[in-house]
């Protein structure tokens, strides 16, 4: 049987639209490829630039006799008691200036952005100051006090730990721009005003409703804390503090083989121990459970059949 269209079904169907490819289509999938490109080759530069001076560190420290290969200057590493006590003093000083750190600025961040927001600018510039200042500036400055803490202060006063002090001066700008960014994100305002109405104070306020909404840029500023404290020489050196970084360089005079495996192990140590930060931290799992969430596409509702029956 065959179907013959009518008149007017045949007349819309030679009226219809054709469908026509839109026009740039290759270019636009050219310049698709072309960011692409860019953006693997900007990545393999960057991971070069990285990796390079790990692997070049890897090669010297492993060398041996008559071109062979061995870990002796790795197992050399735990013949230096000191450097035992250079990492545990560097560790116990990060604790004292993340936790120096936070309770200085998060509690100023907000109250400025709350209560006084034209002293936000102050306060930036404070915090961002020790950028234009050198370290020697700093010790030269700061080693009258340290003095004196040692006189008057016992054991306290010159204790390493007490290097807290200066790095949490240090960390400022660092902490300063990955708080401020969470800040940013979130309606701190709106967050505040709303728990007082709810009869909560200040400071429940701002550890219950606020701090877990910027939760993000205090684990970033946590970590930038990290890596400044782990990596700092000069303040600790002059001030003569045996922290992780002037024991490698005195290491390093007495055995350069050592000195490098010290090095290398020291950077692993410190990057395996910002992942731990960045990934166990308290929120990490929900915050990708909510991403996951938020990425997850809604379900297309079905049309009920009953309405066209």
């Known amino acids: ?7 007017p079904l045949g007349a819309a169907a030679a009226d219809a639209p054709i469908a026509v490819p839109p026009k740039g289509g290759g270019r636009r999938r050219r310049r698709s490829r072309f960011h692409s490109g860019s953006r693997i080759a900007i990545l393999v530069v960057v991971i070069g630039y ?14 041996g006799d008559y071109g062979s290969r061995s870990l002796d200057s790795f197992a050399a590493i735990f013949t230096y008691p000191n450097l035992i006590d250079g990492i545990v003093t560097s560790l116990e000083i990060a604790v004292l200036t993340v936790f120096g ?11 400025t952005v709350v209560r006084v927001p034209r002293m936000r600018r102050v306060v930036e510039f404070l915090c961002l100051l020790p950028l234009a200042i050198p370290a020697i500036v ?3 400055g700061i080693a009258p006090i340290y003095q004196w803490m040692g006189q008057h202060l016992g054991g306290i006063g010159g204790s390493p730990l007490t290097l807290a002090l200066i790095d949490i001066v240090l960390v400022l700008p660092f902490a300063y721009r990955a708080i401020d960014a969470g800040i940013r994100g979130v309606d ?35 970590v930038l804390a990290v890596a400044l404290v782990l990596g700092e020489f000069t303040i600790s050196s002059l001030l003569s503090f045996n922290t992780l970084q002037v024991v490698i360089l005195a290491i390093g005079k007495r055995d350069a083989y050592t000195s490098v495996a010290v090095s290398l192990t020291a950077l692993v140590f410190a990057f395996v121990l910002l992942i731990v930060i960045a990934r166990f ?21 079905t049309p009920s059949t009953t309405g066209a029956q």
């Open 281 to 301: 931290a308290p929120g990490a799992g929900s915050r990708g459970q909510g991403a996951t969430e938020e990425e997850e596409p809604l379900a297309t509702p």
């Open 50 to 63: 990285l990796l390079l001076p790990l692997v070049a560190m890897l090669e010297f420290s492993t060398r």
């Open 188 to 222: 701190v305002g709106t967050l505040t005003d709303a728990s007082r109405s709810l009869g909560a104070g200040w400071p429940r306020a701002i550890v219950q409703v606020v701090i877990p909404n910027i939760r993000g840029g205090i684990l970033a500023a946590a």
């Open 1 to 7: 049987m065959t179907f013959t269209p009518s008149a």
């Open 138 to 140: 700093i010790v030269v």
């Open 101 to 111: 750190m936070l309770l200085l600025l998060v509690p100023t961040m907000i109250w």
